[in-house]
């Protein structure tokens, strides 16, 4: 079965940089958006940024200007550059793919990655 693979959370120090990444773990036909969301402690998951494969993005105006997403079409990973982090960043963040097809003629599913902890301390 498919999944999404993420790494490179951690702890920051805060205005620090950080620059995750979510792959794919086979082959794929194709993914119509990649993108992130967070969840902190006590609160729900919300939308941090979203790119499609056209390279259009968007982003939470909590994050603009200091996070930029980007995707690699031909290996369908996408990355998350993090500068400028604050503690209010703090939070389990998760990739998630739309409308991603195993094969030719399958139904898009949308995937969730299993998160990764990121930590800015003040």
């Known amino acids: 079965q498919v999944q999404l693979v993420e790494s490179g959370g951690g702890l920051v120090q805060a205005g620090g940089s950080l620059r995750p990444s979510c792959g794919v773990s086979?082959?794929?036909?194709?993914?119509?958006?990649m993108a992130w969301y967070r969840q902190a402690p006590g609160l729900q998951r919300e939308f941090v940024a979203k790119?499609?494969?056209?390279?259009?993005?968007n982003y939470a105006d909590s994050v603009k200007d200091r996070f930029t997403i980007s995707m690699d079409n031909a290996t369908n990973t996408v990355h998350r550059q993090m500068n400028s982090l604050k503690p209010e960043d703090t939070a389990v963040y998760y990739c998630?793919?739309?409308?991603?097809?195993?094969?030719?003629?399958?139904?898009?599913?949308?995937?969730w990655g299993q998160g990764t902890q990121v930590t800015v301390s003040s």
């Open positions: 086979e082959s794929i036909v194709s993914v119509n958006v």
């Open positions: 998630k793919a739309e409308s991603l097809r195993v094969r030719i003629g399958t139904r898009g599913l949308d995937i």
């Open positions: 790119i499609s494969t056209y390279g259009n993005t």
